[in-house]
């Protein structure tokens, strides 16, 4: 096979393996901002996003990710930094809707074409009533201790003075 059509592939695979979303769907771009400057290529930047919990109505999480510029990011196959941090709130009533067991996926990204992703999970801290967020970087090989966690304490919305309980919703 000609070197040519071996990168065509490999483009390929690495763009079609940036992002792998999980129950909640795509991630929505809220805003990027330029860390570095490079000449001829993309620059460094942070990016942040919003994901909606795909079974808990009234919570949204914000992470920011750094995405890597240069020609390998241009490209899409450079490894991502595993540095993130995230921030999640109730912005609504919270409803939710089935079952859910601690350490739950919320939503998964590849941060590099083979070995590494980015997930959020969920708990739920039963005798507070708080539902617990935490992102965290897997690596295949070398693993990868960098963390964040965000809580978002359960509370009444509106007019009604009740507030679902996160603790009737955790598979035993």
């Known amino acids: 096979?000609?070197?040519?059509?071996?990168?065509?592939?490999?483009?390929?695979a690495a763009v079609g393996l940036s992002t792998?979303?999980?129950?909640?769907?795509?991630?929505?771009?809220?805003?990027r901002k330029s860390t570095t400057f490079k000449m001829?290529?993309?620059?460094?930047?942070?990016?942040?996003?919003?994901?909606d919990d795909p079974i808990v109505d009234?919570?949204?999480?914000?992470?920011?990710v750094p995405e890597k510029g240069g020609v390998s990011g241009m490209f899409g196959v450079a490894e991502e930094l595993s540095d993130v941090s995230i921030a999640c709130r109730q912005y609504g009533p919270i409803t939710i809707k089935e079952k859910f067991s601690q350490g739950d996926v919320v939503?998964?990204?590849?941060?590099?074409?083979?070995?590494?992703?980015?997930?959020?999970?969920?708990?739920c801290?039963?005798?507070?009533?708080?539902?617990?967020?935490?992102?965290?970087?897997?690596?295949?090989?070398?693993g990868s201790p960098k963390n964040s966690t965000s809580a978002?304490?359960?509370?009444?919305?509106?007019?009604?003075?009740?507030?679902?309980?996160c603790a009737d919703f955790v598979k035993n």
């Open 1 to 12: 096979m000609p070197p040519l059509k071996i990168a065509s592939l490999l483009f390929a």
């Open 20 to 31: 792998v979303a999980g129950p909640a769907g795509a991630q929505e771009l809220i805003f």
């Open 40 to 51: 001829l290529t993309p620059n460094d930047k942070l990016a942040t996003y919003a994901i």
């Open 58 to 64: 009234g919570v949204v999480c914000h992470y920011t």
């Open 107 to 123: 939503f998964a990204e590849r941060r590099s074409i083979l070995f590494k992703r980015m997930q959020i999970v969920r708990g």
């Open 125 to 142: 801290d039963a005798r507070r009533n708080v539902l617990v967020y935490m992102v965290y970087s897997d690596k295949l090989i070398d």
């Open 152 to 165: 978002v304490a359960i509370q009444p919305w509106g007019a009604t003075n009740e507030a679902a309980r």
